[in-house]
């Protein structure tokens, strides 16, 4: 136990060290500025005390740091990390009202599954029965399965962090530097803010972003950590069955499905997992690149791979990779593309619509893979993006500033439905 606890403390000591040089300027010219900025510390809980009682549904409410967002039938789910989940009737993509929001402390991925939904609660996995989302219950929790390094089973305690928003008068630099940016945790590792198949034998999902790290396929669940996979059957969609915890090794970041097949991002690379036989994946092959944060898409010839610098990537570079996958024991790199600094992407047919985080939104035809490039069709740079889920009704857009709606019925023109706006943006 002592052994657990002093490198729970180291680790608390190179978090709060780490935070502190993300905010150190670089060696250029300088001038003073304020910045107000989300980060966070980390905390100790105890296993039991989370457990208590049952998750409060709330009143709707106005967003303040968007996470993930995911939609079911004509509801829009959005999830505020850390702390729970926005359940808007997105009906009208003009006009989203909010209803009301679940109350999920150290709530970060979300899934559903014919009116059930899955979520992350520190440990455990909750479900809710979502089927009237005006009147949600929770009807199951699932506990100890997302254990991560930083759990003490012995003394019941894990370590997990809290926001807090800063205020800094701060000499900034004109030149090169590191920036800022607002970062959020993941049971317990750091990635910048962040497609659910459809399913078999009558199930009915719902559709994620690229930086999803929870999918459904095949009455299973899959939900990736930093260095894991995680299986659950959920043929019995109320009762969750935890089946097994793949290796997957470090930087792990996120999770897309596509034929019977898991695309998974990491810091290095991409792994292509066969889920034929859905509750044992098979590792097929693994497409190693230098360090960078790493989402993807796919269709049935080509990975979409966005590479990106950032927190924990900072050696890495700003390209959109083209990869063919027909084989997906040798997947080929056939093409990079410079770019910003890419996050997020979703494929619809012909169309890839890219999130550059604060410098935009692009889209691009991209039936031609080698000329990609000389089919940009728009740059919005007003549009702050991170993440992007081109749905039935309208492509839904979430960035710093919050979750925009777009009708991209006509690719080469989008025109802007509505937007969500944070509680407090953050200047960055």
């Keep these: 136990m002592k052994t657990t606890l002093q490198h729970t403390s180291k680790l608390s000591f190179l978090v709060i060290a780490m935070l502190i040089i993300i905010g150190m300027p670089a060696c250029q010219d300088q001038t003073t500025s304020t910045y107000i900025y989300r980060t966070q510390y980390p905390v100790y809980l105890q296993m039991n005390n989370f457990r208590t009682t049952q998750a409060i549904i709330e009143p709707g409410k106005e967003l303040e740091n968007p996470g993930k967002i995911y939609i079911y039938n004509d509801f829009l789910l959005i999830n505020e990390p850390q702390k729970g989940i926005h359940v808007l009737d997105n009906s009208n993509p003009s006009n989203p009202v909010s209803i009301n929001f679940i109350k999920i402390p150290g709530n970060v991925d979300l899934a559903v599954n014919s009116n059930m939904l899955y979520a992350d609660n520190y440990l455990d996995l909750l479900v809710f029965d979502i089927s009237d989302p005006r009147n949600i219950q929770q009807v199951k929790r699932v506990e100890d399965v997302f254990e991560s390094m930083y759990t003490d089973r012995s003394t019941g305690t894990f370590m997990t962090l809290k926001d807090t928003v800063l205020t800094m008068d701060s000499e900034v630099n004109r030149g090169w530097g590191w920036g800022w940016g607002t970062i959020f945790w993941n049971r317990g590792g750091m990635f910048a803010m962040s497609s659910d198949a459809s399913g078999g034998g009558g199930?009915?999902?719902?559709?994620?972003?690229?930086?999803?790290?929870?999918?459904?396929?095949?009455?299973h669940l899959y939900a990736v950590d930093e260095y894991s996979l995680r299986v659950f059957n959920v043929e019995n969609k109320e009762h969750p069955e935890y089946l097994k915890n793949i290796s997957l090794g470090w930087g792990i970041e996120t999770i897309f499905p596509f034929q019977?097949?898991?695309?998974?991002?990491?810091?290095?690379?991409?792994?292509?997992?066969?889920?034929?036989?859905?509750?044992?994946?098979?590792?097929?092959?693994?497409?190693?690149?230098?360090?960078?944060?790493?989402?993807?898409v796919v269709n049935e010839t080509y990975a979409f791979v966005t590479l990106r610098t950032g927190v924990n990537c900072r050696f890495g570079v700003d390209e959109l990779q083209i990869l063919n996958i027909e084989d997906p024991y040798s997947p080929k790199l056939l093409?990079?593309?410079?770019?910003?600094?890419?996050?997020?992407?979703?494929?619809?047919?012909?169309?890839?619509?890219?999130?550059?985080?604060k410098h935009g939104l692009k889209s691009f035809n991209?039936?031609?893979?080698?000329?990609?490039?000389?089919?940009?069709?728009?740059?919005?740079?007003?549009?702050?993006?991170?993440?992007?889920?081109?749905?039935?009704k309208s492509l839904i857009v979430i960035g710093p500033d919050g979750v925009c709606q777009f009708d991209y019925s006509t690719p080469n023109k989008l025109v802007q439905l509505s937007c969500i706006n944070v509680k407090n943006p953050i200047i960055v």
Aim: aromatic share 8%.
């Design 203 to 219: 199930e009915s999902y719902g559709q994620g972003g690229s930086m999803a790290r929870f999918t459904l396929m095949n009455a």
């Design 335 to 357: 093409k990079s593309y410079p770019m910003e600094n890419p996050h997020g992407l979703g494929l619809a047919g012909d169309y890839l619509y890219l999130a550059e985080g």
């Design 366 to 392: 991209v039936a031609d893979v080698m000329n990609i490039d000389k089919n940009q069709l728009e740059y919005l740079k007003s549009m702050k993006s991170v993440d992007i889920i081109p749905g039935p």
């Design 260 to 296: 019977n097949k898991l695309f998974i991002g990491s810091n290095t690379g991409m792994h292509i997992y066969d889920a034929s036989n859905p509750s044992e994946p098979i590792q097929m092959s693994v497409y190693q690149h230098v360090t960078a944060c790493d989402p993807v």
